[in-house]
């Protein structure tokens, strides 16, 4: 049987289930990072161990679910996750509820702000400087 799991697609998924951006990941990843190389990423049929390991913390998602799920699964999964009260049943028998996921996609928000304050503060400071 054809093998249909494609780990690129999946981290998309993942990453877009919770409400991700390409910018947040990368940033999440490092510096040697940017939004077209998380593009390019997402298109790969395998990703690297260690790398999956590193989207797997950044993401809070086990490297698992980025191996193993082929495509039916994966839009089951981000179909139920909306559907499912209780529990997503969804990360390798390890039942995490949604209010994990959305504290964990919170966070996530909030980081995000945080590196735009601190982005809009450094132009402000790089503004005065200009003006002097």
Known sequence: MEQKIHQGRNVKRFREMLGIKQEALAYDLGEDW???????????????????KQISNSLKIPVEAFQNFDEDQALNIIANTFNDNNTIGFIVNNNNP??????LHEEKIALYERMLKEKDEMMAKLEKLINK
């Open 34 to 52: 940017n939004q077209k190389k998380i593009s390019m990423l997402e298109q790969k049929e395998v990703i690297e161990d260690n790398l999956l």
């Open 98 to 103: 949604i209010e994990k996921i959305i504290q």
